[in-house]
């Protein structure tokens, strides 16, 4: 029984210990998060490439080999953000997330008319005042909308094979992402 007891608060303890480094440690990941990482890299609205054929270290790191990504930071408070490329490449998907990288909205080429990349991310207000006059430029774009005020946009794009590598990459180079 005496050695149940010691094995027990030797538990205990070595829980406690475990628990209190953990605390501790906390803030040094919070600040290398994505949105830190794409901050230290790029201002808002600026295109980052995620993967690693652009050569040194991703900024984040690529789930899977066989997609290019980019990403986008962007902050609505002072107009919406369009997103749009004019290339086309075998499949893409846009994802954007809130600062914390909760997924917030997802969908890929097959919700757009035509394939394109073109879309716009807004808040509840703000979508309301483009429903009253919608730009013309906006006609095709898949509109997005939001209930944060600050983001991240990603952009993956699939490549088939080798051959496709380079036309993947300069569709992600072309991506803009503009405040509107």
Known sequence: M???????????????????VILLLVPSFSERDA??????????????????????????????????????RFDLSEGVV??????KVPYWSASVYDRGGENIYSFN?????????DFVVVTPAQMIELRKDLPQEFEKSI?????????????????????????????LDGINCEMQ
């Open 143 to 171: 509109f997005v909308e939001t209930p944060i005020d600050e983001g991240i946009v990603v952009v993956r794009a699939f490549v088939p094979d080798e051959s496709w590598k380079p036309t993947v990459s300069r569709f």
């Open 35 to 72: 949105w830190s990482r794409l901050a230290m890299v790029a201002g808002p609205n600026k295109v980052v490439r995620l993967d690693a054929d652009i050569g040194g270290t991703p900024v984040v790191k690529a789930l899977d080999p066989s997609f290019f990504e980019a990403a986008c």
């Open 109 to 117: 080429d097959r919700t757009a008319t035509d394939g394109s990349l």
């Open 82 to 87: 369009r997103i749009d490329n004019a290339g």
């Open 2 to 20: 005496r050695k149940l007891l010691h094995a027990l608060a030797v538990g205990v303890v070595g829980a406690g210990i475990a628990h209190i």
